[in-house]
């Protein structure tokens, strides 16, 4: 008995496969859309992406992508390279040259200024008085690594005494000046108190070498303390509480805690604070010059420049002594960061 398959009767009763098959495709491809400008487009960038060639669009998101930050970071540049790197390649230029400060015309000398500055001892013996600043800075870190400790743990009234500690980072160093300058004078706050307490004395605090520097160091103790103590406060906090807890169950005492967590954790920024301390030490201007205008041996090395550019009219002379300063400062944190460097210290 015959079977009869419609798509695959003879030549002349139906159709072939291929033939079906080619007639499909041709209703399809009648049927198919139009293509759109995005299909154009999209395939367009398909066929550049494939000759090795970057679409427009791309390009433009990764210029855009590397230009965004710059934006950002133009106004700062400005405001930095105007007010601190321009004004210090004029100090290196005028560091050559004899100028008063106030004429038109100067003069270039080359190296003399330099020449001058380690040659004369007068001009390198205030540096002597930085010793007194450097003793107190130490001083001054013990203290408020000492409170930060004591303050991080859970003690009465402890929000009071971190006011106490900072209250004096918050007050002008001017105002601070003139405040101690009546507290040290004769028959002042100072001689008050000692007075009250049966032990009086006419000794003049600002009057010699020695006790007008270590009055003025104290002076800088009292007002920098605060912004120590912040430092070391924000670095014990930012130390993991399971630490403590799993000291404590091992028995270990606070002297243990502070060892070998509390210490090695604040490192980063006990180095940045020794730096910085230093470095103060070293160009400590304002309390001595408010209080005393360098006199009776407390001139320091700021202090001297300053008369240099404005009070002999030396500016010359005063750059290349600024110039001296800043490079000093620079190899004393090399220094420092040679001989206890940044380690990044992981505690769990």
């Not at 380690?118 to 390198?124: A, G, N, P, S, V």
């Not at 980072?169 to 040290?184: C, H, P």
């Not at 307490?197 to 605090?205: I, K, P, Q, R, V």
């Not at 160009?283 to 550019?309: N, R, W």
């Amino acid at each position: 008995m015959a079977h009869a398959y419609p798509h695959t009767s003879g030549p002349g009763g139906g159709k072939t496969p291929a033939r079906a098959r080619s007639q499909a495709r041709a209703e399809t491809d009648t049927r198919r859309p139009a293509a759109t400008g995005a299909g154009v487009r999209g395939r367009a960038a398909k066929s550049a992406a494939r000759r090795g060639g970057p679409s427009p669009a791309p390009r433009r998101t990764r210029a855009r992508r590397l230009l965004t930050p710059w934006l950002f970071l133009l106004a700062p540049l400005v405001l930095l390279i105007t007010f601190t790197y321009a004004p210090i390649a004029n100090m290196v230029a005028y560091s050559f040259t004899d100028w008063d400060g106030v004429s038109p015309e100067l003069r270039y000398t080359g190296a003399e200024n330099y020449a001058e500055i380690f040659t004369r001892e007068d001009l390198f013996q205030v540096f002597w008085v930085s010793g007194y600043y450097l003793v107190a800075s130490v001083i001054q870190i013990v203290a408020a690594l000492y409170f930060a400790t004591i303050l991080s743990f859970d003690v009465r009234f402890r929000n009071f005494f971190k006011g106490v500690l900072f209250f004096p980072s918050l007050v002008n160093g001017v105002a601070i000046g003139f405040v101690f300058l009546y507290f040290f004078q004769d028959g002042g706050t100072l001689d008050t108190v000692l007075g009250l307490f049966g032990h009086h004395t006419d000794h003049a605090w600002l009057g010699t070498p020695v006790s007008a520097n270590v009055s003025l160091a104290g002076v800088s103790v009292w007002r920098y303390l605060g912004m120590n103590f912040v430092l070391f406060l924000g670095a014990i906090q930012s130390i993991p509480g399971e630490l403590y807890e799993a000291a404590e169950l091992d028995g270990a005492a606070r002297w243990h805690q502070f060892r070998y967590i509390i210490l090695p954790g604040i490192r980063p920024v006990l180095t940045l604070t020794v730096i910085l301390s230093v470095s103060g030490s070293l160009s400590a201007f304002e309390i001595p010059y408010i209080m005393t205008g360098g006199a009776t041996g407390t001139e320091t090395f700021v202090i001297q420049t300053v008369k240099l550019a404005f009070q002999f009219n030396k500016t010359g002379l005063a750059s290349a002594a600024a110039v001296v300063l800043l490079l000093i400062i620079l190899l004393v944190t090399w220094v420092q960061r040679r001989l206890v460097p940044d380690d990044r210290v992981d505690l769990v």
